[in-house]
DNA sequence: CGTGGCGTTGAGAAGGATCAACTTACGTGG
DNA sequence: CCACGTAAGTTGATCCTTCTCAACGCCACG
């Protein structure tokens, strides 16, 4: 038998997250077994169907959690009920605002997904005492601060077909986290009521968009919610 | 004559910084004196004139710089260059984005601004020492992309006049940093041509909702560049 | 007294919104 | 298994907001 050595793997990686999406390309990347094992004491992993919301606008904040599967839509509403998405969370991300009391978006789940619930003064001790950790969620942050920029641009410069086929596209490329490759084929996590609230466009322009692109040869409409797209370099050019 | 303590202040706060807007507000105000003498060894303070670059998007960073007074516009361009400008910083924000080799925006003093400079390694380092800075860095990031998200509401929901009441609150709100009270009389940081790229709007329409702003009585128009705002309510039910 | 940068105003064009009809997919109950 | 109902998506016609193009005003500067 080995012996039992002084580092951090005197401890052994729960098995609930050996198989985890989250066990190294998210934050929990950032934490020895010793305090995974700890952290896995009050964590439990729940399952929301599409179309579940999971935070309010404006309401207190109980918890945060890791995305395993699936993508979390997050949005804000106008006081007369304009919508707009702000963001898409897929795995491995953290969703919820580190240290804020309350939510600033409301985030639903899009499609299935399966979520790795952490209880806020877990979480936030766990913070306070990992640098690594709190260095892990920072990047994160700037990483969907760079996308948010990104996304204005979309937003206020691009005609609705180019909105559109960027849409596509920002799919096309982050739907599998396992997967560095782009896809061909996936499906759309998003109706096209959220598409439109995504882009800053109404239902009927998103589907003649839509429709163009698929005239044009550049997707192909499978099933509403599912779409292939033979030749991503030729997509990537409608995007303006 | 007080015996020397051995706690942090041993060290007096640097000549220079005891003036500074960044000092407490800022990430200096996550640093002890004898972190900020050190820092300081390497900071130099400038002033930038309006309209210099201070960073171009996609190119190699050699330094941060703390805003100490006037405002960077941050912008992106498309290809055939359509331009958003993707979020304004004023003081005492930290500009440029920790622990990226490039930037992903491009940086450009909108008004006269002075800036304290820091070299990349110099606040790297004390990042890695320093949790509490790390922190603090966090907190921006994080209240910059909730400021991001909210933008996207505006430039993807609303109407071209409550974009113009929008960028007109948001100005009045943020323009004095040392204000907490919004200002009613103010110079905008930004021409015309600039603001319509923060709104996704032409310098026209721009021009056009500023006019009908100032015939409702809303807004006056003092100077092309400097406004008064008699009644900031009034302003903000314009803003959708 | 030009000249050029910046801002305003007007007329016409165009892109996307709105309103309305229709199609498709899908679940429910007879 | 099919009739029905409903939700989601598509397509067409028309309207309206914003863009485009153009002329003009203001002001600083040589």
Redesign the pocket.
């Known amino acids: 038998m080995q012996t039992v050595r002084n580092d951090t793997y005197n401890f052994e990686t729960p098995v609930l997250c050996q198989s985890c999406a989250a066990r190294h390309q998210g934050i929990c990347g950032a934490l020895n077994p010793e305090q995974l094992l700890e952290l896995t004491k009050s964590t439990r992993r729940v399952r929301k169907q599409a179309?579940e919301e999971l935070m309010a606008d404006a309401m207190p904040i109980s918890s945060y959690a890791n995305v395993l599967r699936g993508v979390i839509k997050l949005s804000k509403v106008l006081e007369d009920g304009r919508q707009q998405v702000v963001g898409l969370q897929f795995a491995p991300d953290l969703l919820g605002r580190p240290f804020a009391a309350e939510s600033r978006v409301t985030a639903e789940a899009a499609s299935e997904v399966d979520l790795c619930i952490i209880p806020k003064p877990a979480l936030e001790s766990l913070l306070t005492q990992s640098a690594a950790l709190e260095h892990r969620v920072m990047m994160q942050a700037l990483r969907e601060l760079d996308e948010a920029r990104d996304w204005m641009v979309t937003l206020g410069r691009?005609?609705?077909?180019?909105?559109v086929a960027s849409f596509l596209y920002l799919i096309a490329t982050h739907i599998d986290p396992t997967d560095r490759e782009p896809e061909t084929s996936f499906d759309?996590p998003?109706?096209?009521?959220?598409?439109?609230d995504f882009?800053?466009?109404?239902?009927?322009?998103?589907?003649?968009?839509?429709?163009?692109l698929?005239?044009d040869g550049v997707v192909e409409?499978v099933?509403?919610?599912h779409v292939s797209v033979p030749d991503l370099a030729r997509l990537r050019l409608r995007c303006g």
Do not use: F, H, P
């Open positions: 179309g691009k005609s609705a077909a180019e909105k759309l998003l109706s096209r009521a959220d598409i439109g882009l800053g466009l109404t239902i009927e322009t998103v589907s003649r968009q839509m429709s163009k698929k005239a409409i099933n509403y919610r």
